[in-house]
């Protein structure tokens, strides 16, 4: 099985724009989850999916970030209009039920 | 909710046993975790342990568990320096959702 695939692996992009992250889960696991990486506050859950459906998107820092999962093989994270302080590293995690979560590479994403 | 914390940094040396430790404070969380991340990379899961197991071990690895204290431990046997990373312990809270530790960069000189 080829993993979690997340895109794009680098991000660099000004202050206002739209940025989209990309994430193709592990066939058959049916929850996915976006976490977020910082040095100042390490990982963070920003929102989660069972079976498509969002059950917690308490995590999200504000309605500038959004995700959906349109099917069970794909999902994003959009952020409009992007600031600088989102810059960070990206995380899609797949699970199948009770079993351990499986992590992407990540998107490193700049904001300049 | 679930808090975990564990040390930030450990230096060992090549061949030598290196122990990661970390506290969790919810003590329905069913299942511990331990993670490693390199540098460039996401989290790869190295092992995980039920909570009504208080051992487990797999090759150089030995997570021990002591549920009484909420107290999780990783031995890594014969440090290599490959082995050098981030190492995150994790615990699952009431409602199911894994809350991480900071991570422990451990360092590995020859």
């Known amino acids: 099985d080829a993993g979690v695939i997340q895109s794009p692996r680098h991000e660099v992009t000004e202050m206002g724009q739209e940025v989209t992250l990309r994430c193709k889960p592990i066939s058959g696991h049916n929850s996915l989850f976006w976490y977020r990486q910082t040095m100042m506050r390490g990982l963070e859950l920003l929102i989660y999916?069972?079976?498509?459906?969002?059950?917690?998107d308490s995590g999200m820092p504000e309605d500038r970030f959004s995700a959906k999962m349109p099917n069970a093989s794909f999902s994003t994270l959009k952020i409009q209009p992007s600031e600088p302080r989102d810059s960070a590293v990206y995380f899609c995690a797949a699970q199948m039920g009770n079993q351990p979560q499986h992590f992407g590479d990540g998107t490193r994403l700049s904001i300049l | 909710g679930e808090d975990v914390e564990q040390s930030l940094f450990l230096s060992v040396r090549e061949g030598d046993s290196s122990v990661i430790n970390c506290t969790y404070t919810d003590s329905s969380s069913t299942y511990l975790y331990w993670y490693k991340q390199e540098p460039g990379a996401g989290l790869q899961l190295l092992t995980y342990i039920f909570s009504n197991m208080d051992m487990k071990q797999d090759q150089r690895l030995t997570v021990l568990l002591n549920k009484k204290d909420k107290h999780l431990s990783l031995r890594i046997a014969d440090t290599q320096t490959g082995d050098s990373a981030i190492y995150f312990c994790?615990?699952?809270?009431?409602?199911?959702?894994?809350?991480f530790g900071a991570g422990t960069q451990v360092v590995v000189t020859p």
């Open positions: 994790a615990a699952t809270d009431s409602w199911g959702k894994l809350q």
């Open positions: 999916f069972n079976n498509n459906v969002p059950i917690d």
